[in-house]
């Protein structure tokens, strides 16, 4: 599937309509404002005025009945903490979904799925995703079971919210989009792509205090770079996260 996308990444280059078509992300949160500026800066801004994707944010609380536009409620059992009440989140949903269809209803958790590279590849190729942001202790199991296709965490550790998980995953995924970046093949050499990280990088001055470029990079000898940069992309994951060969 990896090697899949990315020929079908390089040959959409040659005929970039074809992976063109507007991407719609849709984030409900009980806190915009935490994540607004996030999504309206750099290449998300950016990729937002080519067309490339829309973004909204969406406040839960909208979707409430009462006065007072509570979201959440004690969980039976006696247990501690509040719970996200099913009926603001289905009436969101419902309503999103009323409008257009769905590749994914994605709901951040520290129990989900890992995020990683190949998560953030795969759902940078869908078309709709909606990504629900947990608060509190989590949202009413019965969400999980009959609205949620997919669960996602963005590392073994609980936040206040899912808001910051939020950003990380559009901002992963959004950056892969051909015509997000200026260079579209920098998405590809990227840490994590082929399951190993980067070789070094350097820039100019070749010199600087005494501390020396490799002189490979500077020879104009693009076989050499490459067998370089792949030896140190080798050397590098061995060292540093030896559990991406396993």
């Known amino acids: 599937m990896f090697k899949n996308y990315f020929t079908l990444y390089n040959d959409s280059l040659a ?3 074809y992976l063109c078509i507007e991407m719609r992300i849709d984030i409900i949160t009980v806190l915009p404002e935490m994540i607004e500026g996030f999504v ?3 290449i998300l801004a950016r990729a937002q005025k080519k067309g490339l994707v829309d973004i909204h944010l969406h406040q839960l609380r909208d979707y409430t009945l009462d006065k007072w536009r509570r979201v959440d409620d004690y969980p039976y059992g006696g247990f501690a ?5 099913c009926e603001p989140i289905d009436r969101c949903i419902s309503a999103l979904k009323a409008e257009r269809d769905y590749d994914e209803i994605i709901f951040t958790s520290p129990d989900g799925e890992q995020f990683d590279q190949h998560v953030a590849n795969d759902l940078s190729m869908k078309e709709n995703i909606i990504i629900l942001c947990g608060h509190y202790k989590g949202i009413d199991q ?4 009959h609205i949620i296709t997919r ?5 073994d550790y609980v936040l206040t919210g899912g808001e910051l998980a939020a950003a990380v995953m559009a901002d992963a995924i959004v950056r892969l989009i051909p015509g997000a970046i200026s260079d579209d093949q920098s998405a590809l050499s990227d840490c994590f792509q082929d399951d190993m990280l980067s070789a070094p990088i350097y820039t100019r001055p070749a010199d600087y ?7 490979i990079l500077l020879s104009g000898n693009e076989a050499k770079i490459k067998e370089w940069d792949m030896n140190q992309a080798m050397e590098r994951t061995k060292r540093l996260r030896p559990d991406l060969l396993e």
């Open 142 to 145: 019965r969400i999980r079971d």
């Open 151 to 155: 669960e996602i965490s963005i590392g």
């Open 209 to 215: 205090k005494g501390w020396k470029v490799p002189d």
């Open 40 to 42: 309206n800066e750099s």
């Open 15 to 17: 005929d970039f309509s």
């Open 81 to 85: 903490g509040m719970v996200m009440q």
